[in-house]
């Protein structure tokens, strides 16, 4: 159901602003209280008034996508949640450039941004105000609190207001904690501070949420309690110097273990049950059960410039096809570096051939579509079973067959091309250059070869786009990202037919990141067990490759494929400036990216830059509020 973001636009306007918290007067326009008798009636009433809890994250004012905003002195789109997150946490890495001139945004891929800066500016307020927003519904709200059915939304606004919490501890570390309405400055807190109430509220909170998939689409339940603290724990020992690495994986083991499963629904039939999470149907189409905190859209009852409207219209442009995306134009505007493309690297054949088990055999290929053309020797096949045999092999256009011990005295090929093995038959075509796996069963005398599917996580547009970048501000240098569109698993366009707004999802936690952090705390030191590591990205990888040719053994685990697959499974999803910077990679000159410190090639930059500012506007408010340091 996506009914709670039906009832926005009726809702809104029954909220009167009476009072605002004073270190944010100067920008958002921030009601701390619902005063409305009626808003908070009854349950029902209640639940309106919950649904701008949750839309704090998602919409930007008053009437849709522009015209009386939430906040002030910012364009109206770009202040939205999830597009600020993808601009401070996306674009100020690896993941993500952008072409466009705004002032300031150029400052964070080239990471010299300076207090002040409108996008930091603005994602404070947003979070600020989503805190003030809970704290009114939870007060309020408490009135009703003998209802079953508002003690689960108090707990929801409880988990929306840690959420929040959880990002202005990630992003600003040094902030003022308010959780109630109250009309004096807030004193500064630090991370400990923030952190250690994030934590309690959780784990206060876990309880008193409904129980795993029992709640409506769109609102969370106990699991997202248990994935947030999963990744603060993860975190823990970056922000507080404690390693929590244990309780990392005893709260991912909870997520692990509820309701919530991988999308293995390749309901559009393209060889990979990926690309549904980021379709305009994915809160029906099996994604929606991977989904454990999600950001509702609707591109005729919820329109706004940022979500996925956003990171769907900002990747289109060059000879990009707009309708291919179910949008009506492109924006001309984010793509990719060669680092994250280069992620996903060249199939190591080497390595897929080890993932078949199976012990070499004197059955082998040979042709001139084979390496070592005609005259051999042959390139030889596993055995897998009792004359069973495979092989993941490089063919260039040409023939190929069969042949034992390197001799022709037994060889198999195909008179007819039906599929089954003829001894001494014609050679068998291969038509185009590619890797293919081919296998032979000769205990029913037929073979197979087909294509090598690739990780389908890679989803680039290349066609017109040059892989290297050397000026940020042309479109068409770097590849475009294809990752989120506005169709369904038919190819149907989503519900505005204009093509202006996306009714695609986005998810703000899902299992596949549950998963990732239980093997990184177990390699980090924590008490999970390597083996379910493996299995669990495994199974992420089995997805991604529509078989178990990406699948990786206990030896290939170590925290640095953990990042790299971070990235593969991630990107583009909120996560990569965290990651990096829990890795010691995000200002240092260890890692590099394209104009990452402004350089062409890359550079460190000082270590201060791993937290934004606090805005300007605010400190000269509050004189209880210190600056971050170097800024």
Do not use: K, Q
């Given at each position: 159901m996506k009914n709670i973001?039906?009832?926005?636009?009726?809702?809104?306007?029954?909220?009167?602003?009476?009072?605002?918290q004073k270190?944010?007067?100067q920008n958002p326009i921030d009601p701390d209280s619902f005063t409305q008798q009626d808003v908070f009636a009854n349950a029902q009433q209640a639940k309106g008034a919950l649904a701008k809890v949750y839309a704090s994250l998602a919409l930007t004012g008053q009437q849709g996508p522009a015209g009386q905003p939430d906040i002030s002195d910012i364009d109206e789109g770009f202040s939205q949640f999830s597009r600020m997150l993808f601009n401070l946490n996306e674009l100020t890495t690896d993941h993500a450039v952008i072409a466009w001139g705004d002032p300031g945004l150029q400052d964070l891929h080239g990471m010299y941004w300076t207090a002040g800066n409108d996008f930091t500016d603005a994602m404070y307020y947003r979070l600020a105000q989503t805190v003030s927003f809970a704290n009114s519904f939870i007060e309020n709200a408490e009135d009703l609190n003998s209802d079953q059915e508002v003690k689960y939304f108090?707990?929801?606004?409880?988990?929306?207001?840690?959420?929040?919490?959880?990002n202005l501890m990630d992003l600003y570390a040094n902030v003022p904690l308010v959780t109630k309405i109250s009309t004096e400055l807030p004193t500064q807190s630090n991370r400990q501070e923030i952190f250690d109430f994030v934590e309690s509220e959780l784990l206060d909170i876990q309880d008193k949420l409904k129980d795993s998939g029992t709640n409506e689409y769109g609102r969370v339940d106990k699991v997202a309690a248990w994935a947030l603290l999963?990744?603060?724990?993860?975190?823990?020992?970056?922000?507080?110097?404690?390693?929590?690495?244990?309780?990392?994986?005893?709260?991912?083991?909870?997520?692990?273990?509820?309701?919530?499963?991988?999308?293995?629904?390749?309901?559009?039939g393209n060889g990979s049950a990926?690309?549904?999470?980021?379709?305009?149907?994915?809160?029906?189409?099996?994604?929606q059960n991977e989904f454990i905190f999600e950001l509702n859209f609707d591109g005729q009852h919820s329109q706004t410039y940022g979500g996925t409207t956003f990171l769907i219209h900002a990747a289109v442009g060059g000879s990009m096809q707009p309708g291919d995306y179910g949008i009506n134009g492109g924006w001309f505007g984010s793509r990719t570096t060669k680092n994250l493309v280069n992620k996903f690297g060249n199939a190591d054949i080497s390595a897929l051939n080890n993932s078949i088990g199976g012990t070499v055999s004197n059955w082998g290929l040979v042709g001139d579509a084979t390496p070592n053309g005609w005259s051999g020797p042959d390139v030889q096949m596993y055995e897998t079973a009792t004359n069973e045999y495979a092989l993941y092999i490089e063919l260039t256009s040409g023939s190929i067959k069969f042949r034992y011990d390197n001799n022709w005295g037994q060889n198999y090929g195909d008179t007819g091309a039906d599929g089954t093995l003829d001894n001494g038959g014609d050679n068998i075509a291969i038509a185009n250059p590619g890797i293919y796996f081919v296998t032979m069963d000769l205990n029913n005398m037929t073979y197979t070869i087909a294509p090598y599917k690739s990780d389908a996580r890679a989803m680039f547009y290349t066609d017109g786009q040059s892989l290297e970048i050397t000026d940020v501000s042309q479109f068409n240098e770097g590849y475009a990202v294809t990752k989120f569109k506005n169709i369904d698993v038919n190819g149907n366009q989503g519900s505005d037919s204009s093509g202006s707004f996306a009714d695609t999802d986005l998810p703000l936690i899902r299992l596949a990141e549950v998963y990732l952090n239980y093997a990184e705390a177990t390699l980090r030191g924590g008490n999970g067990s390597i083996s379910t590591a493996v299995d669990k990205i495994n199974e992420l990888r089995t997805r991604a490759y529509g078989s178990n040719s990406g699948n990786i053994t206990a030896s290939d685990l170590n925290l640095d494929f953990v990042l790299?697959?971070?990235?593969?499974?991630?990107?583009?999803?909120?996560?990569?400036?965290?990651?990096?910077?829990?890795?010691?990679?995000?200002t240092s000159g260890s890692y590099l990216w394209p104009f990452k410190g402004n350089e062409a090639n890359g550079t460190g930059v000082d270590s201060y830059r791993k937290i934004f500012p606090l805005p300007n506007n605010v400190i000269a408010i509050n004189p209880n509020l210190q600056q971050n340091p170097g800024y």
């Open positions: 973001t039906y009832i926005i636009s009726i809702i809104l306007l029954g909220f009167v602003s009476v009072s605002c270190d944010l007067d108090i707990a929801e606004a409880r988990f929306i207001r840690a959420y929040a919490y959880y999963s990744r603060l724990y993860l975190n823990a020992e970056t922000w507080i110097g404690t390693p929590r690495y244990n309780d990392c994986v005893h709260f991912s083991e909870l997520a692990m273990n509820s309701s919530y499963h991988i999308n293995t629904n390749d309901a559009n990926y690309d549904e999470l980021f379709l305009a149907d994915n809160n029906m189409n099996g994604a790299d697959e971070r990235s593969r499974e991630l990107y583009w999803e909120g996560l990569r400036r965290t990651d990096l910077i829990r890795y010691g990679y995000f």
